[in-house]
């Protein structure tokens, strides 16, 4: 099993920055694909952006340049991190964001953090 924790969530202006952090915990194996998803009310949730245990990343045309995805996955503390860092915010950001594991055919998610950008 595998345990996702987000934080870093909250209300910022338009233009403001904020910073999603999720731990994962559990059978997190070396190869697997980190990522973010969101969720926007009335809307399905669509990918931000992933990425892969050799660091590649994959972004969505609309956070392209303005938002940034990291992960620190250390064998040596069992530590695995995923990061979102969101710069340039804008309203039609705000949603419940999603940290997502894909690993071995199955999806792991979080609870969700709320991201809310006013204008």
């Known amino acids: 099993q595998v345990q996702l924790v987000e934080s870093g969530g909250g209300l910022v202006q338009a233009g403001g920055s904020l910073r999603l952090s999720c731990a994962a915990s559990g059978r997190i194996f070396s190869i697997n694909v980190m990522g973010w998803y969101r969720q926007a009310p009335g809307k399905q949730r669509e990918l931000v952006a992933t990425?892969?245990?050799?660091?590649?990343?994959?972004?969505?045309?609309s956070v392209k340049g303005r938002f940034t995805i990291s992960r620190d996955n250390s064998r040596d503390t069992a530590k695995n991190m995923v990061y979102l860092q969101m710069n340039s915010l804008k309203p039609e950001d705000t949603a419940v964001y999603y940290c997502n594991v894909h690993q071995e055919k199955y999806d792991y998610w979080g609870q969700g953090t709320q991201v809310t950008v006013s204008s």
């Open positions: 990425i892969i245990s050799g660091y590649r990343t994959n972004y969505a045309d």
